[in-house]
């Protein structure tokens, strides 16, 4: 019989880094985008999330991948959370 676990450690890391790369990838990225014209970085904000987001929600149940999935949902809403703060703080 072969065990089917969840291989949380592992899977909780990777979910962690991924979150961190995408995370500041968003913040950097908008930060740039905030200085060109604050609507334009709303809007391919809303345009990147809303095209990944049919393709990434399908792969949620991939035994590895769902790592994956995870981390990039919570790096995007900690990348505009903290986005968030900097442009309200007057850092962007």
């Known amino acids: ?3 089917e676990s969840t291989p949380w450690g592992t899977g909780l890391t990777v979910a962690g880094l991924v979150a961190a790369a995408i995370g500041v990838a968003v913040v950097v ?3 740039g985008l905030i200085d060109v ?3 334009l970085a709303v809007g391919l904000n809303m345009v990147a999330v809303g095209g990944l987001a049919p393709t990434v929600w399908g792969w949620r149940k991939r ?3 769902r790592w994956f999935v ?3 949902g919570v790096g995007v ?3 505009w959370i903290a986005l968030a703060a ?3 703080g007057g850092a962007g």
């Open 77 to 79: 809403a900690g990348g």
């Open 29 to 31: 990225l908008s930060l």
């Open 1 to 3: 019989m072969i065990d």
């Open 63 to 65: 035994p590895v991948w």
């Open 86 to 88: 900097l442009a309200l």
């Open 37 to 39: 014209h604050p609507v």
């Open 70 to 72: 995870l981390g990039g």
